[in-house]
């Protein structure tokens, strides 16, 4: 039997692990990709102490890195459920189940899709979620960017490395995203904004994105703009299924915990993007993972 199971390997599950097995604990981590989470789909990081800057791909190999050496067993697998059974709990996959006294769940969070016409018919066929992954593809085409938070603004600047223009439409004339990220964005002339305004419907020539239809939500008015893609920001839904059968979430998914990443279920804990919470970055994710991992070893000292 595991001391701790974390399930997931972004920098919340990573960082519980290092911190549960210098702990002495016996951890399992079961990730069902690459280890980084979100991290990989990132460009330049500039926030996370001690780099000035960082690609995400790289921070994710150096979390990495140090696990093994300390005693971390890596597992492949989806996580489909988890079972409270008091005593022990049981971590499912499609094709093998794991008993651990303590779960730390570091699920993280998913794009939210924007729910338009075209859509899902040209999605990674002009519309995509990864300006990382695909920006590239774009090269001299002018680009269209949903959302007004730090992952639209951010993720705007990268694709003007590629793109001849990109435009971000947002839903109101204010955006969301960091000061800093904003300043960007005004100062760079490859970048245009569309305000108070949402794309009503992504059209194409059947192969690939050619325009989108966008709405002014004051006037009314819709209007077909050019774009040869379409990058969509608007935002996180929790990755919680797995846990859906414990009653451990609020409404929409998200996991309560008190300061000690406990859950409702004792003996279970949340980190990171999919616990509810203010602030979804890379340090608070680090932050939690390292406290969750505190709290299993004491529930595991007081109850084994
Ligand atoms: P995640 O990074 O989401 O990792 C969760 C992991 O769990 C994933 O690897 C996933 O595969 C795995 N998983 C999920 N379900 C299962 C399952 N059923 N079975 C097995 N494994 C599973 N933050 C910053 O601080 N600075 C930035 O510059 C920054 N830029 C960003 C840019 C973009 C485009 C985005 C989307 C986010 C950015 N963020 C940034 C936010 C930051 O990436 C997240 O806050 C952070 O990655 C959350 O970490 P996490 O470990 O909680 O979850
Ligand atoms: P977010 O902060 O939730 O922003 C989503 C944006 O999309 C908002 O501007 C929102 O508009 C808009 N939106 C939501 N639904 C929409 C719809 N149906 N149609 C049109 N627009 C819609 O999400 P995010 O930008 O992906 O950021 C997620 C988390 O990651 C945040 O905590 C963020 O700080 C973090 N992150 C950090 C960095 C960094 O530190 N550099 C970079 C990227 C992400 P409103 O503003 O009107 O609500």
């Not at 696990?67 to 008091?86: M, P, Q, R």
């Not at 992954?133 to 959302?147: H, I, P, S, T, Y």
Request: net charge negative.
């Amino acid at each position: 039997m595991y001391d701790t199971i974390i399930i997931g390997s972004g920098p919340a599950g990573m960082t519980a692990a290092l911190y549960a097995a210098r702990s002495n604990l016996k951890v399992a981590v079961l990730e069902q990709g690459a280890p980084g989470g979100q991290m990989n789909n990132t460009s330049d990081i500039e926030n996370y102490p001690g780099y000035e800057m960082i690609s995400g791909p790289e921070l994710s190999m150096k979390m990495h890195e140090p696990l093994e050496k300390f005693g971390v067993e890596n597992l492949y697998g989806i996580v489909s459920a988890v079972e409270d059974h008091g005593e022990f709990k049981k971590v499912l996959t499609e094709d093998a189940s794991y008993e651990t006294k303590t779960v730390i769940v570091a699920t993280g969070a998913k794009h939210r899709p924007l729910e338009v016409a075209g859509e899902e018919t040209y999605n990674s066929r002009g519309v995509s979620y990864c300006a990382v992954c695909d920006g590239a593809f774009f090269r001299g085409q002018d680009l269209l960017v949903v959302g007004g938070g730090d992952s639209a603004v951010e993720e705007a600047l990268f694709l003007t490395r590629f793109a001849n223009k990109v435009t971000i439409v947002h839903r109101r004339d204010e955006l969301r995203a960091q000061k800093v990220l904003q300043d960007r964005a005004f100062a760079n002339d490859k970048v245009d904004f569309i305000w108070d305004s949402v794309v009503k419907e992504i059209k194409g020539n059947d192969v690939k994105v050619t325009s989108v239809d966008i709405e002014n939500v004051k006037t009314g008015q819709v209007t077909n703009h050019e774009f040869g893609g379409v990058f969509i920001y608007v935002g996180l839904d929790p990755v919680s299924s797995m846990v859906e059968g414990l009653s451990i979430t609020d409404e929409a998914g998200w996991i309560p915990t008190d300061e000690h990443m406990n859950t409702k279920a004792a003996g279970i804990f949340a980190v990171g993007d999919v616990r509810q919470k203010d602030l979804r970055q890379i340090t608070t994710a680090v932050g939690d993972g390292a406290t969750a991992a505190q709290s299993a070893y004491q529930y595991i000292v007081n109850n084994f």
